[in-house]
């Protein structure tokens, strides 16, 4: 059984571009959640989706969208980026919406 | 203001030591989680509670619904503990990844 997994691991951009960060969730879990966390802080709750669908979404601007794949994995995606998008990107997949979370490694990016 | 608050901020001991990170919150919840994250960013969930005392080898989490705190014990701490323990709440009417993090207590078990 595979864990979860994050790609790319670490990322450089430049402030104003697009950014795509991936995550395959374990077997067997339908919901992906996508937190955010800044240096020294806790993470902060972006989003999750259910089965392909938005299922909550934490205080973040829509250029912080996401989609959910027939397979169950995900993507964030951030547009427009700003020099505080600088973070640790953390994905959880869990069993359902009542499930233990399971953390992928993260995507630490950092925009210039 | 953080709706979770942990205390202490940073933690030094000695292996072998007894270990308590605290950790309260505002407002009602449904769960209440510990989490583990070691230096190279990586989460593992080491307990999902609602209610009374849940038990992992040397780990030890608690929670006081109406006192609105829990905690997590390490016995005979050992210098792999070292990391940094998120205490995360999930409040009534959330779904289950809508967590609310406190900041993190960072733990150094010295040899």
């Known amino acids: 059984e595979t864990g979860v997994t994050q790609s790319p691991t670490h990322l450089i951009k430049t402030r104003g571009q697009q950014v795509t960060l991936r995550c395959s969730s374990q077997?067997?879990?339908?919901?992906v959640s996508w937190y955010q966390q800044a240096l020294g802080q806790g993470p902060q709750f972006i989003f999750q989706y259910y089965r392909e669908e938005e299922n909550g979404r934490g205080n973040f601007p829509p250029r912080f969208s996401g989609l959910q794949f027939p397979n169950y994995s995900s993507e964030l995606n951030v547009n427009a980026l700003e020099l505080d998008d600088s973070a640790l990107y953390l994905c959880?997949?869990?069993?359902?919406?009542?499930?233990?979370?399971?953390f992928g490694e993260g995507s630490r990016l950092t925009v210039l | 203001k953080n709706e979770v608050e942990q205390s202490p901020q940073n933690l030094t001991a000695q292996e072998g030591e007894f270990i308590t990170i605290n950790c309260s919150y505002s407002v009602g919840i449904s769960a209440l989680h510990w989490l583990q994250q070691h230096p190279g960013g990586g989460i593992v969930s080491l307990f999902m509670l609602s209610s009374g005392k849940k038990k992992h080898g040397r780990l030890i989490a608690t929670i006081n619904i109406q006192e609105k705190h829990s905690s997590l014990h390490i016995t005979a701490s050992h210098p792999r503990d070292s990391a940094v323990y998120i205490c995360a709440v999930r409040y009534y009417g959330g779904s289950q990844g809508n967590l609310i993090f406190g900041k993190g207590t960072k733990l150094s078990v010295k040899p």
């Open positions: 959880a997949s869990s069993p359902g919406l009542d499930g233990e979370l399971f």
């Open positions: 077997s067997g879990h339908n919901t």
